[in-house]
């Protein structure tokens, strides 16, 4: 007979690549999951792991005790999902991955919300990006994330995992106030009225700095200076204050109140990115994660934007 809880390592070894890691997102030793690993070897009577340099790969027999434990320990999530649902009381724990303007604008009153409705609910909130909490959802690390999606720039839904939509977030020109363009500009402003200026974004390759790029070409017609990289969108708003750049960033990032910046729409044509939750299909009737994810709902229904 194989044992679940083993299967379950096997598996998190396929996705997370190596012992320490499986072992390290488990909350055990590595000897420990080896142990099991060995374990489970034997239940199977055939070789499951060879070794690869210092680490290990699965073998052919091994990949397909996994497609069988994705199986099972998907239905065991959703009769665990169908028994919570049928006791109704919104307990437990809810652990919810997001970046951080979603945390402060979502996340917070949502957990604000379920002190006071749900306290028997345990919520853990977690900073992570979507590249990282998309994957962890789809292994259970997280019951949601809060992720963002930039125009032109599609995130991949990893299988098992539900989009639910949340908030469509203008992208603002952030400029320092008493700027030349903001005081001929008091409606929006045109992107090419800002060509020779010092621009702050984030990180090559992530999706800020690709959408700064993206926007300035497409509709100021100009590749911007680029002169400060942060992905703090905090950092880059002091930068601003200063007098030392400027930016684009979502209305969500600046709700209007951040002393010493002006804030308009992008008069050439409006650009946005999306908000959305993920939750795991097999959690769908778990009352945790509903009550979760409705609370994050109604605080996005409530957010204002400049």
Known sequence: MLDLRRLRLLRELHERGTIAAVA??????????????????????????????????LTDPALTLVEHADALL????????????????????ARIATFQSAALRLVMPAMESLARDAPRLRCE????????????????????????E???????????????????DPVLVVLPARHP???????AVPLAALAGETWTTGHEEMGWD?????????????????????????VSLELVARGLT???????????????????????????????AATRAADGARPSTRALLDAVRDAAAAVQFV
Do not use: K
């Open 24 to 57: 390290d997102a488990l909350q055990f030793t590595p000897s420990a999951v080896s142990q099991q690993l060995a374990i489970l070897e034997r239940e199977a009577g055939v070789p499951l792991l060879v070794r690869a340099g210092r680490g290990v790969r």
């Open 246 to 276: 400027v930016t684009l960033l979502p209305g969500l990032v600046v709700p209007g109140s951040h002393p010493g910046v002006e804030v308009r729409p992008i008069a050439e044509a409006p650009v946005r990115r999306t908000i959305f």
């Open 150 to 168: 930039w125009q032109h720039q599609p995130r991949r839904m990893p299988g098992g995992v539900e989009r639910h939509e949340l908030v469509r």
């Open 74 to 93: 998907e239905r065991v999530a959703l009769a665990e999902a169908d028994l919570a649902a049928a006791g109704g009381t919104v307990s437990g724990r």
């Open 210 to 234: 690709e959408m700064t790029r993206r926007t300035c070409l497409e509709h100021g017609g100009f590749d911007p200076d680029i002169r400060h990289r942060t992905n703090d969108a905090i």
């Open 181 to 187: 363009v903001a005081l001929a500009h008091p409606e």
């Open 125 to 148: 909130l977690v900073e992570a990006e979507p590249e990282r909490s998309l994957p962890a959802v789809a292994l259970g690390d997280y019951d949601v994330a809060l992720c963002d």
